[in-house]
């Protein structure tokens, strides 16, 4: 059989290595750069250079990687993806998660209660571990969590047993054509879902309610209110029904809306029968994911947090309600299209955020709208994470609580969001 791997990263490397084990199969690698950044194998055939996936004519199946777009290749034979055949060969049942923030956060938090509960958990996906990778290793008695993102599920064929759908708002319009497509993406992993399987959605969330009831087969329920069944919480306590499970200072990770995350962990976990003392020890064993409101150090009376996955305006509206005390928040980076009408919303109404930095390609956009918050706003032109950090801890005082949650694209600067991240990360534990 005829196979291109389309898109040549981290994941184009494991659908190679997966597809180049079949026997009969010949194996073409396809990018559009003329030089991928990772290592090609030797001997290997290539189609590489602008124009790539659409001379892919005479080949049986073309292997996209998740951030390619299907409408991008130009084939006669089937377009296929690392999901799709992770999902059509899988042994154990799938908890798949997704959303526009908190997956990582939530799978992790599911993974964690699960592993607590005496299960073989493997946590796949967006998360950063390609799931063919462990594809062999999975056991029919074990659990997979997967973490899924809407170039995941773009063309998915087949939706996981038990299925998440957390808040939706408008991310990737620089990839997906319209929020349509972007939202339709992410139905698929409610849309093949059978009559013994559930889907747990966000509350509040219109997209993700349309979502949920895209498909009139399976249990649909709501996280984080009392009204359908799932787990919520009060003040002090998660419930579900007026069963308590356990007190919310389990819970390790700072912001209301991580308390809600844990509600749709707890939901899942609850409907797959695990106790409530497994449950508790599951919260308190996840300390949180890095770049997600990640705790750096204190610095001389300053608190600095890494909140660099935040690359969309919802993800840094969370963040920052996270705190109360004085904020110097640093926003920007490379556009994706965002609508950042609710963050200058927020940043107004908190009136503890007093200073706000803006870097990157979209500063200057990014500064005007950011002016009407009425607050110190600060349009600030730097080349280096040095540059932003020194000029933060400049302007910061005993008290305060600086946050790096850009709320865009990292790619203006920095090689990903793991990279801005970890060079924050680097240089405030340098000074």
Not at 19 to 36: F, K
Not at 117 to 136: F, M, Q, S, T
Not at 151 to 158: E, G, P, S, V, Y
Not at 376 to 390: G, H, K, N, R, W
Request: charged share 20%; with cysteine; proline share 5%.
């Amino acid at each position: 059989m005829k196979i291109a791997i389309a898109g040549y990263g981290i994941e184009g490397q494991a659908n190679y290595t997966y597809w180049a084990n079949g026997p009969l199969n010949e194996v073409t690698i396809v990018d559009e750069s003329d030089q991928p950044k990772t290592p090609l194998p030797e001997g290997v055939p290539t189609i590489l250079g602008p124009g790539a996936f659409e001379k892919l004519a005479d080949f049986d199946v073309v292997v996209r990687t998740a951030g390619l777009s299907p409408y991008k290749i130009k084939t006669d034979g089937q377009i296929w993806s690392a999901t799709n055949e992770f999902f059509a060969r899988c042994a154990a049942p799938i908890i798949g998660v997704t959303g526009t923030k908190g997956k990582g956060t939530t799978s992790s938090l599911i993974a964690a209660i699960f592993e607590a509960a005496g299960k073989k958990v493997h946590l796949v996906g967006n998360i950063g571990i390609p799931a063919l990778d462990i594809l062999a290793d999975i056991q029919p008695t074990d659990v997979v969590v997967f973490e899924m993102s809407s170039f995941q599920l773009w063309d998915i064929k087949k939706s996981p047993q038990t299925a998440v759908v957390l808040g939706i708002e408008p991310d990737h319009l620089n990839v997906h054509p319209d929020m349509n497509d972007y939202v339709e993406a992410k139905a698929n992993i409610r849309r093949f879902q059978g009559d013994n399987d559930i889907c747990i959605y966000h509350p509040t969330n219109d997209y993700s309610s349309h979502i949920a009831h895209n498909n009139p087969k399976g249990t649909i329920m709501r996280y984080a209110t009392s009204d359908d069944g799932g787990v919520y919480a009060n003040i002090r306590d998660f419930y579900m029904g007026e069963q308590f499970i356990c007190s919310l200072d389990a819970l390790q990770l700072l912001g209301e809306h991580n308390v809600e995350n844990a509600c749709a962990a707890i939901t899942v976990a609850k409907k797959w029968g695990i106790d409530d003392a497994s449950i508790e020890k599951g919260l308190r064993s996840f300390k949180g994911l890095p770049h997600r409101i990640e705790f750096v150090r204190n610095l001389d009376g300053v608190d600095y947090y890494n909140d660099s996955f935040s690359s969309a305006p919802a993800a840094t509206i969370a963040a920052v309600k996270s705190f109360t005390n004085p904020e110097i928040v640093i926003v920007g980076g490379t556009d994706k299209g965002a609508d950042f009408t609710e963050l200058v919303e927020v940043m107004t109404e908190r009136q503890n955020i007093k200073h706000i930095v803006v870097v990157g390609e979209i500063r200057e956009k990014l500064g005007q709208l950011l002016a009407a918050t009425g607050k110190q706003v600060t349009v600030f032109e730097a080349s280096t994470m040095p540059q932003i950090v020194d000029f933060v801890r400049a302007n910061a005082v005993e008290g305060d609580v600086v946050i790096l949650s850009p709320a865009c694209a990292s790619f203006d600067m920095f090689k990903d969001f793991y990279d801005r991240g970890n060079q924050f990360r680097t240089y405030v534990h340098s000074l």
